[in-house]
């Protein structure tokens, strides 16, 4: 892993990511203001803007002439090399207290996610993974499980925050139910994916996710020898509408039991 051209970035992006749950836990602890964006439930918090404030300070002052992505302030900057960051991925658990939250940090180059970092700051986890270096937890490497059958695996999704106007994921939740599979709403995509790669979770599929969500946790995946790839089974690519992620082994059959009635 030290001798990867973009290892630096990762140690860079591990240390953002710590000053993160450092803010997390101290609004937590402290109480935060709180706002809505593109309606009553999408929240955003004082935690979700000083951790973005603080990412963006400490890559952008290590790596100047890198852009950024993050979701509270816009882009800034090429996107020949750019971090794409998270800060509080799962605002409305973190409002709650409910402790499924996290942060996720990726660096893109050329188009190529090259390095990625999701941290469970309620719970300290770090999940990372370097392009062609694999996945790990905690310093442990990471894989994908081996199960094949799609019935008894256990499933993620999620929701936008407008999906009473856009209810697609309805259609595809409704079909997953009925078909009698194991699936969960956790609230916090990144992590939702990096579950995946460390075998917790056989697959995750949702629409309509930012690049910030999912940037890190794509690579996560792949890393821990599993597939990302949209609704119709194409590769994966930031910005797709569509999102499925698994071991592999489940993977068509996830595709086919969206897709079908
Ligand atoms: C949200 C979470 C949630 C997903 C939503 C996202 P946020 O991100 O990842 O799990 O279902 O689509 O917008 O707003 O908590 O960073
Ligand atoms: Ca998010
Ligand atoms: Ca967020
Ligand atoms: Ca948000």
Do not use: C
Request: hydrophobic share 45%; charged share 20%; proline share 5%.
């Amino acid at each position: 892993m030290k001798g990867h051209p973009f290892f630096p970035h990762l140690m860079a992006m591990l240390e953002a990511a710590d000053l993160a749950r450092g803010i997390h836990a101290y609004y937590l602890a402290k109480g935060f203001t709180q706002g809505t964006k593109s309606g009553p439930t999408d929240l955003v918090t004082q935690a979700d803007r000083e951790a973005e404030a603080a990412i963006k300070d400490l890559l952008l002052s290590r790596f100047p002439e890198a852009g950024f992505l993050g979701e509270e302030g816009g882009s800034e900057g090429g996107k020949a090399l750019r971090f794409v960051v998270d800060p509080l991925d799962g605002t409305v658990n973190y409002a709650h207290g409910f402790p499924f939250y996290g942060v996720s940090l990726a660096l893109e180059v050329e188009g190529v996610v090259q390095a990625g970092v999701v941290m469970d700051t309620a719970r300290g986890e770090v999940f990372y993974a370097l392009r062609g270096g694999g996945a790990y937890l905690d310093g442990r490497p990471i894989r994908v499980t081996e199960r094949a059958e799609l019935l008894g695996s256990l499933l993620a999704t999620g929701f936008p925050y407008d999906v009473a106007q856009d209810p697609e994921n309805l259609t595809y939740f409704a079909r997953a139910l009925r078909r009698g599979l194991l699936v969960r709403r956790p609230g916090a995509a990144a992590l939702d994916l990096a579950y995946v790669a460390a075998g917790r979770l056989e697959g995750f599929w949702e629409v309509k996710l930012n690049p910030w969500d999912v940037a890190a946790g794509w690579l996560l995946v792949e890393e821990a020898g599993g597939r990302v790839t949209d609704l119709e089974g194409r590769p994966y690519a930031l910005g797709h509408r569509y999102i499925v992620a698994t071991n592999g082994h489940i993977h068509e059959a996830l595709l086919r039991a969206l897709l079908q009635d």
